[in-house]
């Protein structure tokens, strides 16, 4: 067991009810990371994932590209580098 502030880190997928839709059936698929700090509280993060379809023709999987997720990433890679320039122009010497 472990000690009772020892942070807790879990991965889940999440998938939906099925929709009905047009005489399709629609299933969401969701990914989930869970961060527990005990005594401060947690973090979780939602991300889409795939989006699975029946109908008479079969079953297909449709995967979601999160453009939220990568503008985050390139805010931070931005920001990153900014950071980076900013430290090397304060070092150069005049």
Not at 4 to 15: G, L, Q, S
Not at 44 to 67: I, M
């Amino acid at each position: 067991m472990p000690p009772p502030f020892a942070p807790r880190i879990a991965r889940e997928t999440h998938v939906s009810e099925p929709l009905l839709a047009g005489g399709r059936e629609i299933i969401l698929q969701s990914s989930v990371l869970r961060l527990e700090l005990p005594p401060l509280g947690g973090l979780v993060w939602n991300r889409p994932r795939a989006v699975r379809v029946r109908d008479a023709g079969g079953e297909y999987t449709l995967p979601v590209h999160d453009l939220t997720r990568l503008a985050q990433w390139a805010l931070l890679g931005g920001a990153a580098l900014a950071a980076a320039l900013l430290g090397l122009s304060r070092r150069a010497p005049r």
